[in-house]
């Protein structure tokens, strides 16, 4: 599979907040590192066609996701930063009133909310208010309505923030298991969750992408004055390097 962003161009007003960008993503896990205002999140939102672009073009599978619409918002999972609009509702009605908004029905849509319920672990607390929830158990909530229709491209902002270093784990290896027959994109702050599961890393800054690499490879390419004396080159040091001022 492939989903490609050709000369993505955002503004504005006078801000620019993609600056001519050009990706492609594959199957697998891109964990994408930036300070607030790189664009990251803008990236996500011109993906998902929440905000419109200035210029440039998205495709997947070589079709402008524009023309395919719908076609292409059904191959499409998002899971946002954790939000509490929802809270009120359970587990359960929560992921069926999100994949009536993806077009499900009947049972299609009772045994998807099962499925996904299941793959997170919150089907046996389905009756529950996810104002109830855990940090972490709200993080699998979003996730499982993410998964509905069984998304190609999955789009993750943030998904372990706020979480305690065992629920980050389940999280993050769940993500991992999920990649192998999608293309994940995976934006944090959290460095080491990226460098312990990601295929391939983007440092953006300034709307612009100053390396992608496996995380290996931007390791190895530290500057021997970035290299530390007291640890291991880590993907945190390259960040702080490239991404830091």
Same mark, same amino acid.
């Given at each position: ?8 161009t955002k ?58 619409g719908d ?37 299609? #849509?009772? +045994?998807?909310?099962?499925? =996904?319920?299941?793959?997170?672990? !919150?089907? &046996? $607390?389905?009756?529950?208010?996810? /104002? ?89 390419? #530290?500057? +021997?004055?970035?290299?530390? =004396?007291?640890?291991?080159?880590? !993907?945190? &040091? $390259?960040?702080?390097?490239?991404? /830091?001022?």
């Open positions: 599979m492939e989903l490609k962003l050709e000369n993505i503004n504005y007003g006078s801000f620019t907040a993609l600056d001519h960008l050009s990706l492609t993503f594959e199957t697998g896990i891109c964990g994408i590192l930036g300070a607030n205002g790189a664009g990251k999140s803008t990236m996500m939102n011109l993906i998902t066609d929440n905000i419109k672009r200035d210029g440039g073009a998205i495709t997947f599978e070589g079709r402008e996701i524009l023309e395919m076609e292409f918002r059904a191959v499409l999972g998002y899971m946002p930063q954790q939000q509490g609009i929802y809270e009120r509702m359970t587990a359960l009605s929560f992921v069926t009133y999100m994949g009536r908004l993806k077009g499900l029905k009947g049972r299609v #849509l009772q +045994e998807q909310a099962e499925q =996904v319920l299941r793959l997170t672990n !919150l089907w &046996d $607390v389905r009756h529950k208010a996810v /104002g109830q929830f855990s940090g972490g158990m709200k993080q699998r909530a979003l996730l499982a309505q993410a998964l509905l229709g069984d998304p190609k491209v999955l789009i993750l902002d943030e998904p372990t923030a706020g979480l305690d270093p065992r629920e980050r784990m389940r999280i993050r290896d769940f993500i991992k298991e999920l990649s192998k027959e999608r293309i994940v994109l995976l934006a944090t702050h959290i460095v080491s969750d990226i460098e312990t599961i990601a295929d391939k890393v983007i440092l953006m800054k300034k709307g612009k992408v100053v390396s992608m690499d496996t995380p290996a490879n931007l390791i190895a390419s #530290l500057p +021997e004055d970035w290299r530390p =004396v007291a640890h291991v080159p880590s !993907l945190e &040091d $390259v960040y702080l390097c490239y991404l /830091g001022d």
